[in-house]
C-alpha cells in the first residue's frame, strides 16, 4: 500500500509537539511517515520516520499532482485551523483528535542527530553542569527586524536574571539560545566556540541535543520548552508564561510559572530563583 503524506504547518515548537503522535501513528497506520514541512531536518532521525521533505505552500498547483499521486491518504491537519483555537484543550490532544487516536502524554518524542550527539559530547564532559536559557523567541529567523516586544512571550529581566543564577549557581555555566535575529548579549552568559573561532552551538539542532546533558532549563513559551520536555530526556524546567497558557501549550511535568499580568512575561527573576533552587535540590 502507498505511504501517507503528513503535512505540518507553524513554528518550531509546533513541529516538536507532532513528535508525540509520530508512534501512535506508526502504530495506527502500520507504515513509517512521509513529512512535508518548513523544518523536515526535526525529524531526520526519528525511527518512525521514512522522509522527511521541505513542503510547499503550492498545494494545488498542477504541477505538484504527479507528487501527490505517490501517496494514500495526504494529512493536512493543523489544530490552528480548526475549533481548537476558541476552545480550551492542549494543542496536542487536538492534533490527536484530529487523527482519532488518543494520547496520554504530550510531551515530545523526537531523536536527535547522533553524530552531533557524537561530536559535542567532549565539549559537554568539559562544560559538565549547565541550564539553558530562552528569553526571547516565537517569530522565527526571517526578519531582520525582531519586535523584542513579541506579542507578550518575551522575558525582559533576562540580564538580572542571569546575575541572579550565577550567583546561586556559581558551578553552572549558562547558555542562552536564541536566532540572530534576536540575540542580545548578556553578561554573564557563556559562550563556546569552534576551533575556527565561530560559535559551537548556534543551531535548534545543536540545542536539542544540549538539552539532553542539561541539570534542568528556562524558557519562555518557546522551543526550548518543547527540546528540553522531551520525553526520553527525563529533564526538569521552569517555563514563563504570559500571553499563552500552559494548559494548552505546556507540560505539567515542568514548573510553569504564570504571569499575573495580561499579554506579558511580568515575573520576578527573584521567583524563578526561588523555584530553580527547589529545583536543584531533588
Known amino acids: 500500500m502507498k505511504p501517507n503524506l503528513h503535512y505540518i504547518e507553524g513554528g518550531v515548537g509546533k513541529h516538536l509537539q507532532f513528535t508525540a503522535l509520530l508512534s501512535f501513528l506508526y502504530r ?5 511517515l512521509i513529512i512535508n514541512s518548513e523544518y523536515p531536518e526535526l525529524f531526520n532521525y526519528c525511527p518512525e520516520v521514512a522522509d522527511s521533505k521541505k513542503g510547499t505552500d503550492d498545494v494545488f498547483f498542477d504541477t505538484y499532482q504527479q507528487y501527490y499521486n505517490h501517496f494514500n491518504k495526504l494529512f493536512f491537519h493543523n489544530p490552528y485551523k480548526t475549533d481548537f483555537v476558541k476552545g480550551k484543550s ?6 490527536a483528535d484530529l487523527y482519532k487516536i488518543k494520547i496520554n502524554d504530550y510531551r515530545p518524542n523526537f531523536s536527535i542527530n547522533p553524530d552531533l550527539e557524537k561530536k559535542f559530547l567532549p565539549h559537554i564532559k568539559k562544560i559538565n553542569k549547565f541550564i539553558l536559557l530562552q528569553f526571547t523567541g516565537g517569530q522565527g529567523i526571517e526578519s531582520n527586524n525582531y519586535d523584542f516586544n513579541n506579542l507578550g512571550k518575551n522575558y525582559k529581566y533576562g540580564q538580572e536574571l542571569i546575575s541572579l543564577l550565577t550567583e546561586f549557581f556559581p ?6 539560545f536564541s ?11 557563556t559562550k563556546f566556540n569552534d576551533e575556527g573561532g565561530l560559535p559551537l552551538f548556534k543551531t535548534r539542532e545543536d540545542f536539542m541535543v544540549l538539552s539532553k546533558y542539561c541539570d534542568f532549563f528556562i524558557s519562555i513559551d518557546s522551543a526550548l ?3 528540553g520536555s522531551n520525553q526520553s530526556f527525563n529533564k526538569k524546567g521552569i517555563v514563563l508564561w504570559g500571553t ?3 494548559e494548552r501549550f505546556g507540560y505539567k511535568e515542568n514548573i510553569n510559572i504564570i504571569s499575573e499580568y495580561p499579554y506579558c512575561v511580568e515575573i520576578n527573576p527573584k521567583k524563578i530563583i526561588e523555584e530553580a533552587r527547589k529545583l536543584n535540590e531533588k
Open 171 to 176: 558551578r553552572h555555566l549558562l547558555i542562552v
Open 244 to 246: 499563552s497558557k500552559p
Open 179 to 189: 536566532h540572530f535575529n534576536e540575540r542580545r548579549e548578556f553578561v554573564g552568559e
Open 28 to 32: 495506527k497506520y502500520n507504515q513509517k
Open 225 to 227: 520548552q518543547h527540546m
Open 90 to 95: 492542549h494543542v496536542v490532544k487536538n492534533w
